[in-house]
């Protein structure tokens, strides 16, 4: 094979009337790229343990990774490499990976962009291994020529679905993403004891996502918010009934941030005349409620009350 067939597999090559670098453009991948025009032994060893026909199994994708990683001992191959060079060689089997597919791909899989970026297992048994239990992936392969083809790249044709190219720009700009703050409930007096560890498993919005904060409101007898905590990712949608025995719905990794020793109450906010109003206690303080617009003033309340918790809230003080 060609240097110039190897960059255009690879989705490093300039586009021409082909756009070589659909399917995950590594074109910024500059470790990648390196190997690339290296003809890098490893990693067409790598390539070489993927069949090009027949199931592929967990062990021979992780021998794949496994491999895959020694072409780079200093670092520069995550999933958008690895899912790029699955895609390209096995399209009926692999869905790329990539910057403006990324966050679509989190939000359908219930997990979030940072974890699509590094965490190979969950991308073989929560995403890989999802699209090979859908109905439509199941489907006999057609005998029509041209949706034999289709069939044939479905699972990296779901690029076209989750492609956004909004996502390009926003990207770069992941770093920047606002933080969001969420008042939950917890039924005190059934679920309580739940928040006696420092690491929680808990039902979050499905807007929350890594890194935003969670209050969550504890019911009668405290009717207060007694802590605040930091979503850590994690996340996974249970059906009722699940075998693992978590409330249905979207759950995510919660790490306390602080306690609070002077509790945020029902009554003191609905007391306070900058708070009353506030869309939580509107809503008296049910369901799963956005407060981002609302956190410099709970956050203000919170300080006035606890002076102590300045300091583990500073990273998340409003500017």
Known sequence: MSGEQREQIAGVAEDSHHRWRYFGSMKGAGRFKSAVGQNSLTLSKAIDLIPLNGPVSQKQFLRYRDILMKAFPNGGCQIGVASRLLAMKRPDLFLCIDGPNRDNVAADFGTTNARLRKDFEFYWAEVIERIHETEWWC?????????????????????????????????????????????????????????????????????????????????????????????????????????????????????????????????????????????????????????????????????????????????????
């Open 139 to 319: 489907e006999p392969r057609p005998v029509n020529t041209r949706e034999r083809r289709i069939w044939d790249g479905r699972a990296a044709l779901l690029d076209a679905v989750y492609y956004d190219p909004l996502a390009k720009a926003g990207s770069a700009n992941a770093q920047a993403r606002q933080l969001r703050v969420f008042v939950v409930g917890c039924d005190d007096s059934n679920n309580g004891s739940e928040l006696k560890s420092s690491t929680i498993k808990w039902n979050v919005p499905n807007d929350a996502d890594e890194g935003d904060l969670i209050l969550i409101y504890r019911t009668a007898p405290t009717s207060a918010i007694q802590d605040v905590w930091k979503v850590k990712g994690d996340f996974h949608v249970y059906a009722q009934g699940n075998t693992r025995g978590y409330k249905p719905g979207r759950q995510g990794r919660l790490r306390r941030v602080v306690s609070l020793k002077n509790f945020l109450s029902r009554a003191e906010l609905i007391r306070d005349q900058a708070t009353k109003y506030l869309t939580l206690v509107r809503k008296n303080f049910q369901g799963k409620t956005d407060v981002t617009e609302d956190w410099p003033k709970l956050y203000k309340k919170i300080i006035e009350s606890n002076p102590e918790a300045e300091a583990p809230l500073k990273p998340f003080r409003p500017v």
